[in-house]
């Protein structure tokens, strides 16, 4: 790609992020279009592009459209691997805040799979980090604490509230008592 301004050509660096971002766009419109296998294919790519320069991070992000993906189409367990790709690429990075987002993606495919227990657990761990990182808590991931409650025993409630070793905000008591 040719830089017309000032006649230069583009590092390999530079051409290579913009193929990454416009097969990456093209998994988004793809996506939202519902033609799956055109958004695997264009995210697949991406990733392909992302991992031959060991850029794990930005291929985190892809995994985790590829999880969204996988599971509009009900491909539970193929969902359930990209979310858990993208979580360890996007904590081994400390991308906290991507990482939170991937959790609670992973708490929704676990609670639409009737695996309540650890969805509960990952939904709680989603809001909590979410707080952390924003001073507030985001509602849908308190909506889904309070919808996977409903469905878990209070020896797990507990275990968990232990495990979180602080104060447990009002907030977040509100969604985890029973009704």
Request: proline share 3%; glycine share 6%.
């Amino acid at each position: 790609m040719l830089v017309v301004a000032l006649g230069l050509v583009e590092p390999p660096q530079l051409m290579r992020r913009h193929a990454e971002l416009v097969v990456g766009a093209r998994g988004i419109v793809a996506q939202a279009r519902q033609r799956f296998d055109e958004a695997e294919r264009h995210y697949e790519h991406a990733i392909d592009l992302k991992l031959e320069f060991d850029d794990r991070h930005d291929a985190a992000s892809s995994y985790h459209q590829l999880g969204v993906v996988a599971q509009a189409r009900q491909r539970f367990e193929e969902a359930e691997r990209h979310y858990r790709q993208a979580l360890e690429a996007f904590r081994e990075a400390g991308d906290d805040r991507s990482a939170s987002a991937v959790t609670t993606s992973l708490s929704r495919l676990l609670a639409e799979t009737g695996r309540h227990d650890e969805a509960f657990a990952m939904a709680v761990d989603a809001a909590v980090s979410w707080q952390r990182l924003t001073g507030q808590f985001d509602p849908d991931d308190l909506a889904l604490v309070a919808a996977e409650r409903r469905h878990v025993g209070d020896d797990l409630v507990r275990q968990i509230l232990d495990d979180l070793g602080e104060p447990v905000p009002d907030e977040l008591t509100e969604a985890i008592s029973p009704e």
